[in-house]
């Protein structure tokens, strides 16, 4: 083993004979773009020897693998963790460093691959990370989409979306990979007859036919050999093209499947191009999976023994009529043996309750662009409903449970009747899909039913954006919490040691000033680093309720106007967050932070206690420098609505204190450490399901009430925060005429006094380090390590590679 000396001297050798071999020019005269560019093929290479032995050390064990199927990947960068897990990162700094390079400079390049929308690609994302850093053979299967996740601009207070050209210098992590290329094949007709053996013969003449390309992304674990793959599509033109009108018309309808991250679905055109991607890549993946699979055992009759599918939501649900088609139209299975073999490989994730965002398809859509396919989703309905009458006698259930009904196909029910697992994202979300959202699931398949906390790796999310916290944590408590992220909990012994809480306080005071720089240079505010940061960071949505954040501000606002000797301690409420193209109210809400921000700070009596401040883009890597500057994370869901949360997780991890509702994983955070470390306040999900129940909410009550909820109320329509009259009216309706569906006003009260509380607690300094103290202590279990863990023992049986 060479030492380090000659790794950094091997490197900076092979640094500079690279520049020069790829771009014809010495290093004094490369571009900077041409130094990443070199530094991530440099790091993929290296990857790849691990890699190519990792897939090796899987064909030869011939041990079960999992694919986790999700239309999201919200992987963010890849360079720093990429560095950090393979351990080199020191030496490749020192040795740039040497050559007159920042590596920081370098790592800033990298455009953010945001392959995702929020929490559930995040998820994906950090569960990759785990398997790799767990030894556990488990991949990723997505689509390359050209452009990510908008990219937010604020113009005129209003959210203004640009397109995300995160290709633009390429992707260095990438590998195409042709030869695994298949071809995809939409509508047409299918025709059927019975073959001389009596089995059936199908024929699919399809109207398009597409060519799925993968590109491999190396996904490297911490500390181990083992590197899984990241497999993201990509749709090109077939040599075999069908019935296309025109060859533009065909080479557009390829290329525009795997444009987008969400394509507009308020048109017509837009929905039928989700549904096309959601098939597009789960037909790639699966035919893919089924081909390796045959090479190397010849049969299917072991496919479930061999490899485990997860379904991140309803998204790659045709996965299971899918697996089905191949089954008995290629391979001529039987359909109980190609059934049984179909549920066992197959888990589904559930992340949401609100009955809106469950994904149903029209018949119709789905008939036209898959005619296959649906005939197998028929099928399957048609065997479920005599199964409920004949095996459950549960007649009663036909309809509820139905997969084909009022004219559409219900993805989540195909979901369950198609799998062997059904997980919630936490203990409550679990409950509640148990006893109230998939009740009637639950009472015929209770063994599928079962929960799954979610998690975030703590490598992103502590050791890599937080290495102030890191080394105090290495320094108290040794280093095994970074392979062990349960050892956290060695730190309870410390919480009381005064020293520690006040190293503890200037490690967080570094990490304010370094979200203060950011501000100041992009934003051009200054903030006081002294004042409590008080963050909301997550999408925006009307449950999420930073509309009761931002009414609590204004209340504070008119409370010190009104009142000279009333001040609050100072404070920084920071928000990020970005709004569905087409989600109106939740943009209204992102101009009202705006308009109350310049309101606020503008106002020389009330700005040295409060700034308002509004982070645009959001996305991981401004995630990774705002958690970890938080004192307080805002978690104000409507109890009931929030599956689980993991923004909550990564605040916590970093010594945030929870302000929050009894929701999601929020429930599990304050069973750690205990109520008094946490802020929590307002209504609980029974209260919650009662009051909708019941139908005994009347908003207007609560407004005459309180004349300082009439306040805020009022000012949403006076003109107080905007001069143009239309602005904010759809807030107000949607508060005070459709009887605020989220409660803000039931809770509003309570949220008051629970911000009074975080600051008469902040001001006792040592409390409260104690506090952030214990919540990183007991941070651990959230870990994605657990979670994956979790996964692997109890739903997909996949066991460590070696190597
Ligand atoms: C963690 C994360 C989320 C999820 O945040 P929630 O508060 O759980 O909704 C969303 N987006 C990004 C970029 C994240 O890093």
Redesign the pocket.
């Known amino acids: 083993m060479a030492n380090t000396l000659e790794i950094k001297e091997q490197f900076k050798e092979d640094f500079k004979r690279r520049i020069v071999e790829r771009y014809g020019r010495p290093l004094e005269q490369a571009h900077i773009t041409e130094k990443y560019m070199t530094l991530g093929e440099m790091v993929r290479d290296y990857a790849s020897i691990n890699w190519s032995d990792s897939k090796n050390a899987v064909a030869e064990s011939k041990s079960k693998q999992m694919y986790y199927f999700s239309m999201e990947f919200?992987m963010?960068r890849l360079l720093t963790n990429n560095l950090m897990n393979l351990g080199v990162y020191d030496v490749v700094k020192e040795g740039l460093a040497e050559l007159g390079i920042d590596l920081n400079e370098l790592e800033d390049l990298e455009s953010d691959a945001?392959l995702?929308?929020?929490?559930?690609?995040?998820?994906a994302a950090c569960f990759l990370d785990s398997l790799s850093s767990l030894n556990l053979p488990g991949n990723g299967n997505c689509i390359r989409y050209e452009y990510g996740l908008f990219k937010q601009k604020i113009v005129n207070n209003e959210q203004v979306e640009v397109p995300d050209q995160w290709l633009s210098l390429g992707n260095v992590w990438e590998v195409r990979k042709p030869k695994h290329a298949v071809d995809v094949k939409f509508g047409g007709h299918v025709d059927m007859w019975m073959g001389e053996d009596g089995k059936a013969v199908v024929n699919h003449y399809p109207s398009l036919v597409v060519r799925a390309v993968p590109y491999d992304v190396p996904i490297v674990g911490y500390d181990t050999k083992v590197t899984n793959t990241l497999r993201l599509w990509s749709a090109e033109v077939a040599d075999d093209a069908c019935d296309a009108a025109s060859l533009n018309e065909y080479v557009n309808e390829v290329r525009e499947i795997c444009r987008n991250v969400y394509p507009d679905d308020s048109t017509e055109h837009g929905k039928k191009l989700r549904l096309k991607q959601e098939y597009f890549f789960v037909a790639a993946g699966l035919n893919n999976i089924i081909k390796t699979h045959m090479e190397t055992y010849g049969t299917l009759s072991n496919f479930a023994e061999k490899n485990a599918i997860q379904l991140n939501d309803t998204h790659p649900v045709l996965c299971i009529p899918e697996l089905m088609r191949i089954l008995l139209d290629e391979y001529k299975m039987e359909w109980d043996e190609a059934w049984n073999i179909t549920k066992k490989t197959m888990a589904y994730t559930n992340h949401t309750v609100l009955s809106e965002a469950l994904e149903k398809w029209p018949i119709q859509y789905v008939q036209e662009l898959l005619p296959r396919v649906y005939m197998i989703i028929e099928e399957i309905d048609r065997r479920f409903k005599y199964a409920l009458s004949h095996e459950f006698g549960r007649t009663d259930l036909i309809n509820e449970c139905a997969i084909l009904k009022d004219g559409q196909v219900h993805m989540a029910n195909l979901a369950i009747v198609g799998s062997h697992s059904v997980n919630g994202v936490a203990a409550l979300h679990t409950e509640i899909l148990k006893n109230d959202v998939l009740k009637n699931f639950y009472e015929i398949y209770p063994s599928k039913f079962n929960n799954k906390t979610?998690g975030?790796t703590h490598r992103r999310?502590l050791l890599y954006s937080n290495p102030q916290l890191t080394k105090l944590l290495e320094k108290t408590i040794d280093s095994d919490f970074k392979k062990h992220p349960e050892k956290l909990e060695n730190l309870m012994k410390y919480v009381d040691n005064e020293d520690l809480q006040k190293e503890f306080m200037e490690v967080k005071m570094e990490r304010k000033k370094i979200l203060a720089k950011y501000i100041k240079d992009t934003l051009n505010i200054d903030i006081d680093v002294n004042s409590i940061f008080d963050v909301q960071?997550?999408?925006l949505h009307a449950y999420?309720r930073q509309l009761l954040n931002i009414m609590n501000i204004m209340h504070l606002y008119f409370k010190m106007k009104e009142d000279p000797s009333y001040r609050i301690y100072p404070r920084t409420f920071i928000f990020a967050a970005k709004a569905a193209p087409s989600y109106t109210f939740a943009k209204e809400v992102i101009k009202l932070i705006h308009c109350v921000a310049d309101k606020v700070n503008n106002d020389s009596d009330v700005s040295p206690f409060m700034k308002v401040v509004f982070i645009p883009n959001?996305?991981?890597s401004?995630?990774?420098i705002l958690?970890n500057a938080a004192d307080v994370s805002e978690?104000i869901s409507t109890a009931g609505k929030?599956a689980?949360?993991?923004?909550?997780?990564?605040f916590m991890m970093n010594g945030a204190i929870t302000l929050g509702t009894m929701d999601?994983a929020n429930v599990e955070i304050v069973e750690r450490v205990g109520m008094e470390n946490a802020e929590i306040f307002g209504l609980r999900a029974d209260d919650v399901a009662l009051i909708h129940r019941e139908n005994s909410y009347d908003v207007w009550k609560k407004y005459h009430q309180n004349p300082e909820i009439k306040r805020v109320v009022n000012s949403l329509i006076d003109n107080t925060f905007s001069s143009d009259p239309k602005d904010f009216k759809l807030i107000y309706n949607e508060l005070m005429f459709k009887n605020d569906e989220y409660l803000l006003l039931a809770d509003f009260e309570a949220y008051v006094h629970a911000q009074n509380r975080v600051e008469e607690r902040y001001k006792d300094r040592k409390g409260w380090a104690r506090m952030c103290l214990v919540n990183i202590a007991q941070s651990g279990y959230f870990s994605s390590d657990r979670t994956i863990e979790e996964y692997a023992k109890e739903i997909w049986n996949i066991e460590s590679v070696k190597m």
Not at 116 to 123: A, C, E, F, S, T
Not at 644 to 650: D, I, L, R, Y
């Open positions: 919200l963010g945001g995702g929308n929020g929490g559930l690609g995040r998820l979610n975030i999310w960071a997550k999408r999420k959001y996305g991981v401004i995630a990774e958690m978690q929030e689980s949360g993991t923004g909550n997780m990564k999601g």
